[in-house]
């Protein structure tokens, strides 16, 4: 499984980006996608998921500013970001969760990620 992650940038505080990010390879039924972003010397933070039966969780610093939807025809999950803020400066991982038959647990996949800077 392959995930490509494209939209990052650089932005002004109060405006808005959208990332995509398309998945790949074995894709089955029952799966979570999502994005998680890291600042340098911080652990990974949950941003936002979304399950393939439309449950979204986000994460409290993201609610009422940021959106999460999904194609389960085509395997992508898109995050829109609007009124950005300095502190969402991070590169933002696309992930993807997924029970795979024959393997325990859920299996994790973890995009590149892509650089959001948040700037005037």
């Known amino acids: 499984v392959q995930l490509v992650e494209s939209g990052g940038g650089l932005v002004r505080p109060g405006g808005s980006l959208r990332l995509s990010c398309a998945a790949s390879?074995?894709?089955?039924?029952?799966?979570?996608m999502g994005w998680y972003r890291q600042v340098p010397g911080k652990q990974r933070e949950m941003v936002a998921t979304?399950?393939?039966?439309?449950?979204?969780t986000y994460a409290e610093y993201v609610k009422g500013r940021f959106n999460i939807s999904r194609d389960n025809a085509e395997n992508t999950v898109t995050l829109q970001m609007n009124t950005l803020k300095p502190e969402d400066t991070a590169v933002y991982y696309c992930?993807?969760?997924?029970?795979?038959?024959?393997?325990?647990?859920?299996?994790?996949?973890w995009g590149h990620g892509t650089l959001v800077t948040v700037s005037s």
């Open positions: 992930y993807l969760g997924q029970v795979v038959p024959g393997r325990p647990g859920v299996v994790e996949t």
């Open positions: 979304i399950t393939s039966y439309g449950g979204r």
């Open positions: 390879g074995n894709i089955y039924g029952i799966n979570t």
